[in-house]
């Protein structure tokens, strides 16, 4: 075993703290997110600087221009009312984006908390709620969208109402399985057993005679075909040092039955009691 030296805090780099840092290493490890994030910020650009990049009236008819060809003044040429394609696009991507984000919010937001309690709760709770949530994926989305929109009325407001309603259950499911699977594991059942409110479980285990604070790790087991070198979890790990990058962990055995294999408690010199 490794001679156990005091590990320092200030050793781990302060931007690897925050989510922003792993969510743009995640980016940068997969093209097509990329390049996903690429076209979305043309949309963007297009949409909000679409005064700039057009003079033409995206709703002005014009029946002398009706069926343009593509030219230097029609770039992407006209419609049957003669109105500017190019105009229209880019005004139409305002609506289109606003859509997007506003009902995939109103999806996170009811979706996201009524899958956790359900997910984390079990029992009646959770079955009432699937057998909700079963009704309206019973519904198809575009169908369940426009009844609602039926019922509410027309209007881009309803539009989105409507179209983050009826992506509320892949939400609710999605989030409902994660806490089926996460609340199994060991450091769940560890934080209820010392007396942590299970309304929301979120500990952060203080190791306060070396200073360091150990995190539970977010995400999924590391894929066993394609391992990192050194500790297979310092991609995710926000206290990940040099060695972790470099060297696989050892196995130590502060206490029978107690195994732990982490170069940061390996070198903290702290015994579990």
């Not at 001679?3 to 989510?19: C, Q």
């Not at 997110?33 to 679409?50: D, K, N, Q, R, S």
């Not at 994926?137 to 369940?144: E, K």
């Not at 990940?240 to 039955?257: F, L, S």
Request: aromatic content about 8%; overall charge positive.
């Amino acid at each position: 075993m490794s001679s156990r030296l005091p590990v320092e805090p200030s050793k781990v780099p302060a931007e690897r703290d925050t989510e922003f840092y792993q969510i743009i290493q995640h980016l940068q490890r997969n093209r097509l997110a990329m390049l996903g994030v690429a076209i979305l910020t043309v949309f963007m650009f297009g949409a909000l600087f679409a005064p700039v990049l057009t003079s033409f009236d995206p709703v002005q008819i014009d029946f002398g221009n009706a069926f343009q060809k593509p030219s230097p003044v029609h770039i992407l040429g006209a419609d049957e009312l003669g109105r500017d394609v190019f105009a229209r696009i880019l005004f139409g991507s305002r609506i289109s984006l606003m859509i997007g984000f506003i009902s995939v919010f109103i999806g996170l937001a009811a979706g996201v908390p009524i899958g956790a309690l359900s997910g984390y709760y079990g029992g009646k709770i959770d079955l009432l709620v699937q057998r909700l949530i079963d009704m309206l994926i019973a519904f198809p989305g575009i169908l369940l969208a426009i009844v609602i929109v039926t019922v509410l009325g027309t209007g881009v407001e309803n539009v989105m109402l409507a179209t983050g309603i009826a992506s509320v259950p892949i939400y609710t499911r999605l989030v409902r399985g994660s806490v089926l699977a996460v609340k199994e594991q060991r450091f769940v059942a560890a934080a209820k057993v010392l007396g942590i409110s299970s309304g929301l479980i979120k500990s952060k285990p203080k190791l306060s005679e070396s200073k360091v604070i150990l995190d539970f790790i977010p995400g999924m087991v590391p894929n066993p075909v394609d391992m990192p070198p050194g500790c297979a979890f310092n991609p995710r790990c926000r206290q990940a040092m040099e060695i972790c990058r470099q060297q696989t962990p050892v196995i130590t055995e502060p206490k029978p039955g107690h195994l732990v294999r982490c170069w940061l408690y390996d070198q903290s010199g702290v015994e579990l009691k």
